[in-house]
């Protein structure tokens, strides 16, 4: 008895398969503009191209805003993100002097 309801349940149907997904509005989130928005966008240290986990706490992201010859903001700026491991070490000063010395915003002239 116990063979035989093993082997008619093996005969069984297989279900069908699901019917395709309805497409929500989380699959691809997009403005008025129709450009695709995420909801969250992962950000890379500057220094070292490394993906900043979002429960990092000790990153921080710098804005260096471009100035005109009189020293007015000009309405646009560099972004810099910075991750934990490169202040824990005490190494984000030296970095962020860097990477300003290569967009050109910092020289080491007298």
Known sequence: LAQGSERSRSLLPLRPPPAPRARSHFDAMQNEEGRIVDLYLPRKCSATNR?????????????VGQ????????GEFYTFALAGFIRSRGESDACLNRLLHEKGL????K
């Open 51 to 63: 993906l900043i986990p979002a429960k990092e706490h000790g990153a921080v992201q710098l804005n």
């Open 67 to 74: 100035v005109d010859e009189n020293g007015r903001y000009t």
């Open 106 to 109: 910092l020289t080491f002239s």
